[in-house]
């Protein structure tokens, strides 16, 4: 049984089509990635799973229950967390109290109840040590990090990433791919978008190519980017 379905889901703004007809599942404990052009409508799709955009039409299945109409808050207590391509911490409250309000609101959590888990994330995400310092003084590595633990705070299912390996270093990109392989070790569902393709081939089992909002193919990533259509795309060369 998938935890997570689409079902021919599609949605429009005005005359422009961003995502069409759009179909696959991700099966509980697997690591799915999507890569695709700028404007193939990944985010918007990641937008629809978490109701923050409602489809227009098709059908979106989470943990066998179906949740194309459910608000975005009913989704990440259900077990949708997520991370934005842009970190958006509370940027006056510290890192442990970002957890906190993430534990609080994505997994209805009593302060007391979390804090034991939000200190394990803070110590698996590698910041603990900047537990009481506020969100605006870290780097961007570490907004990155935090990003992440606050979705890990919801106490997600599914953990959708948004191009968080996005901006940085080579080597602060290995020390977050890391971190992410280690959360997926722990059973942890994922769906990954992202541009740094050896980053995103060292965790996931199966890639997802979408083009103008379509889905082109979907497999191993050794088939996917063997493709020369999928390369044609993405790298917008005939090849």
């Known amino acids: 049984m998938p935890i997570l379905e689409l079902r021919n889901v599609s949605k429009t703004f005005g005359a422009l089509k961003v995502t069409q007809d759009v179909s696959f599942s991700l099966a ?32 979106i299945l989470f943990d066998d229950r179906d949740v194309t109409k459910a608000p975005p808050m009913q989704r990440c207590m259900a077990g949708v967390g997520r991370t934005f391509q842009i970190p958006q911490p509370f940027a006056k409250l510290t890192v442990f109290e970002n957890l906190l309000v993430a534990a609080g609101f994505g997994a209805a959590q009593t302060e007391r109840d979390a804090t034991d888990r939000c200190a394990e ?74 541009h740094v393709l050896h980053a995103l081939n060292s965790v996931v089992q199966r890639l997802l190519v979408l083009d103008f909002g379509k889905v082109i193919g979907i497999g191993a990533p050794e088939e996917i980017m063997g493709s020369t259509e999928v390369r044609e795309i993405y790298l917008g060369i005939k090849v």
Do not use: M, Y
């Open 28 to 59: 509980a404990g697997e690591a799915l990635g999507i890569i695709g052009p700028n404007g193939a409508g990944k985010s918007t799709l990641f937008n629809l799973i978490t109701g923050n955009v409602a489809a227009d039409a098709g059908t």
């Open 121 to 194: 994330i803070l110590e698996d995400t590698g910041l603990v040590k900047r537990a009481n310092a506020p969100a605006s003084t870290l780097s961007l590595l570490q907004r990155k990090r935090l990003e992440l633990a606050r979705a890990l705070a919801t106490d997600p299912k599914v953990l959708l990433l948004d191009e968080i390996a996005g901006g940085l270093t080579e080597g602060e990109c290995e020390a977050l791919v890391e971190t992410i392989r280690a959360v997926h070790a722990r059973g942890v569902s994922i769906v990954w978008i992202e």
